[in-house]
């Protein structure tokens, strides 16, 4: 199991688009490999490619293994550069037995009618096709909808008067350009394929910063909120994003300082909140969606976080843009309000595999442990602190994540394209600033109440921590594992 520390670097990475680097290593290889298929064949560098491909064939292990033969970080000076390109090429979907440029870009002549056919590659020695005098030629990408190529995107013209036999001899910019998006197009294919298996994955990862973060995610890429010129705000809602803010449920995952763990998330009590129907001891569980969507002391910042929401929805420009991006409007007042509201709150542009961690079952009774009795009143306060804070909607949150997408993506290409955009134009800034300082309000407050908290210093609400054995240093009293 991955510690919690490590899941949080990879959530991190996921959430700037830096996630993995095996697949950008490999992009670079093939970008190189297929530059020096195009080199004149008495060169240096075409030779010592010759040199180690030989050493791949000779080497049984290398052939029968490309991807783990000598592998090992103390090893990798041994693998034959052509080896990692076998290995490469086989994690981006090109056939490894018999990898060829042929799999990433297509040779596209003009024939007598006008119509585009494809010509195989020309190779050292074989006769070449019979072309008219003149041929216009093109490069297309292999998956390329005929009738929706774009060029630059999906084709590339070739100039007039470029000779068939040195069309893929030399490296132009239309064969560069067409190599390039090829393998950018199957690198960010395989790179979202191990995302996505990732986030699968820590749906039940023992840390909150990549439980949380599987929730939020859908694909890995450069979140625009990361755009706001005020690092405070970005720095508040990355951690929001991840769940590690100064919230119990956070706060209590793991040991920190005199505070010991509290194993079950529901007792992890908010001291904001007084006792559920009166009934002393039983208190809601401070988690995310508590704070964001629940907690009675923040009902003035979030409807005001909900009014500026309604507003922007119903803004014509921030309409236009969502339906060109055809993104349904949410309703934030409606049926699932809250699954849209949570959604908004953590600026989410796509939703992963997860529900939201507060509907996670509780952890079963420990074996051997006696159920504790109770009236019938502290049984329901009980059940009421077990039940979610609000009901998620999967396709609610869907539809919520592709409208904040829709705005976020026109402010992000804006501020790609315009040097000086101006911010408060863009419904995306707009959405994304709002956001931001209902989280930054949200936790300003939380942190001025506690401190007139006689309670919450002493965290008389959770049960006191173990008393400390005479002479043994404090770490060794708590207890240590990080998972649940
Ligand atoms: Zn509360």
């Given amino acids: 199991m991955r510690r919690p520390e490590t899941e949080k670097g990879d959530a991190l990475k996921r959430e700037t688009g830096t996630w993995d680097q095996q697949t950008r290593i490999d992009k670079l290889v093939l970008r190189y490999w297929c530059k020096i298929q195009t080199m004149d064949e008495d060169s240096t560098t075409f ?15 290398a052939r029968r293994d490309l991807e783990d033969h000598n592998a090992r970080i103390d090893q990798l000076h041994r693998q034959p550069w052509m080896q990692q390109v076998f290995a490469a090429a086989r994690r981006f979907g090109i056939d490894a037995s018999r990898p060829s440029m042929e799999q990433l870009v297509l040779l596209q002549v003009e024939d007598e009618n006008g119509e585009y056919i494809t010509v195989p590659h020309p190779r050292p020695g074989q006769p070449l096709p019979s072309m008219p005098a003149a041929p216009r030629m093109r490069f297309v990408l292999p998956d390329a909808a005929p009738d929706a190529l774009a060029v630059g995107e999906s084709v590339w013209p070739l100039p007039a008067g470029t000779l068939l036999s040195m069309a893929l001899r030399t490296w132009g910019p239309e064969l560069h350009d067409a190599c390039f998006k090829a393998l950018e197009k199957r690198g960010n294919k395989r790179r979202q394929e191990l995302v ?10 023992s840390g909150c910063a990549a439980r949380y973060s ?16 005020n690092r405070a705000d970005v720095s508040r809602m990355l951690q929001a994003r991840l769940g590690r803010v ?23 009590c908010c001291y904001n909140c007084a006792p559920i129907d009166g009934i002393a001891g039983v208190y809601p569980a401070e988690t995310l969606s508590h704070v964001l969507l629940r907690c009675p002391v ?9 009014q500026q929401l309604c507003t922007l929805a119903a803004d014509p420009a921030a309409c236009a843009i ?23 709150f953590r600026l989410c542009m796509g939703v992963g595999p997860a529900p939201p961690p507060s509907h996670y079952p509780a952890p079963p009774p420990r074996a051997g442990a006696a159920i504790a009795p109770g009236t019938p009143e502290e049984l329901a306060a009980q059940a009421k602190r077990a039940s ?20 976020m993506r026109e402010w992000d290409d804006r501020v790609r394209t315009e040097y000086n955009v101006v911010m408060g134009l863009s419904p995306g800034f707009v959405l994304a600033r709002a956001m931001t300082a209902y989280v930054a309000t949200v936790f300003r407050l939380r942190r001025c109440r506690l401190q007139a908290t006689a309670d919450f210093a002493s965290r008389t609400r959770d049960a006191p921590a173990p008393a400390p054995a005479a002479g043994a240093p404090l770490l060794d009293l708590v207890p240590s594992s990080p998972s649940g």
């Fill in 47 to 61: 030779r010592a490619l010759c040199l180690s491909l030989r050493t791949v064939i000779a080497d049984g292990g």
């Fill in 196 to 205: 996505r298996a990732a986030l699968v994955a820590d749906t039940s990862a």
């Fill in 388 to 407: 979610p804070d609000f009901v998620y909607d999967h396709k609610t949150a869907v539809a919520t994540a592709a409208w904040v997408a829709a705005l």
């Fill in 246 to 268: 100064p919230i119990e449920e956070f706060k209590r995952e793991s040991p920190r300082g005199p505070l010991p763990r509290i194993v079950d998330r529901l007792e992890r």
């Fill in 322 to 344: 969502a339906t060109a991006a055809r993104a349904q409007v949410p309703s934030f007042s409606g049926a699932h309000a809250e699954t849209a509201l949570f959604v908004a």
């Fill in 214 to 229: 599987a929730t939020a995610l859908s694909a890995s890429f450069k979140q625009p909120y990361l755009y706001l010129l």
């Fill in 298 to 306: 923040y009902a003035e910042a979030r409807a005001a976080a909900v």
